[in-house]
């Protein structure tokens, strides 16, 4: 096991810190080890009932390109450590305008676990109602679109959903729907219900 001698911070902004950790690895050698820290953020993956998913579009800055992937987010500065299930309900409702009736928990996935500690949480929102969306500034150019299985799969071998966290929810979600038609307690977590949504839709 990989035991860390020292710690130092080298940078830090509103939404990230960068720390170098100085490190002994288990055969006694010694080494350098930089760690992005940055807030877990929850993905929402919005169903119908007959499978179509919804999905969203914006630029990406660090890859200079526009790309469809499901809503995400984390929360802004301040309200860290608040349940993953509300922020979930609230990138769901800013960046589509739906609210959901049914939300189940699919998983956690590492984002990037070799230099970075954020964690992604996973939901299923289905009993999807309509509504405004409440978009950020920086979501200003935001698109957004819906895809059967079949359109799906395509967006995905024309290299237009590249987000890694997108397509491992979508593993997720292909596991849990497995685990339910085998009449098993499906994915790796629990639905949790709620009534905080039912905004009138458009």
């Not at 992005?36 to 929402?44: C, F, G, I, T």
């Not at 526009?66 to 960046?95: I, K, T």
């Not at 996973?122 to 935001?142: C, F, K, N, S």
């Not at 987000?163 to 038609?181: N, P, Q, W």
Request: net charge negative; with cysteine; proline share 5%.
């Amino acid at each position: 096991m990989i035991r860390t001698v020292r710690s130092r911070e080298v940078y830090r902004n509103p939404w990230m810190t960068v720390r170098e950790d100085d490190i002994r690895r288990p055969d006694g050698s010694p080494g350098v080890y930089g760690v992005v820290e940055k807030p877990d953020y929850a993905l929402v993956i919005p169903r119908q009932d007959d499978g179509t998913v919804h999905l969203v579009e914006q630029y990406r800055y660090p890859v200079g390109g526009r790309y469809w992937e499901f809503p995400q987010g984390s929360w802004p500065e301040g309200h860290v450590g608040e349940a993953p299930l509300d922020l979930a309900r609230a990138e769901l409702r800013e960046e589509t305008g739906l609210r959901a009736t049914r939300m189940t928990y699919l998983g956690l996935v590492h984002v990037a676990y070799g230099y970075a500690s954020q964690g992604c949480h996973v939901y299923l929102a289905e009993g999807l109602i309509p509504g405004e969306t409440e978009r950020e500034a920086t979501e200003a150019d935001m698109c957004q679109r819906s895809a059967d299985p079949g359109e799906w799969r395509e967006l995905v071998r024309a290299g237009r959903i590249t987000d890694a966290a997108t397509l491992a929810a979508h593993t997720l979600l292909t596991l849990h729907e497995e685990a339910r038609s085998e009449g098993t307690r499906g994915g790796t977590g629990h639905r949790e219900t709620g009534s905080r949504c039912g905004e009138a839709g458009r």
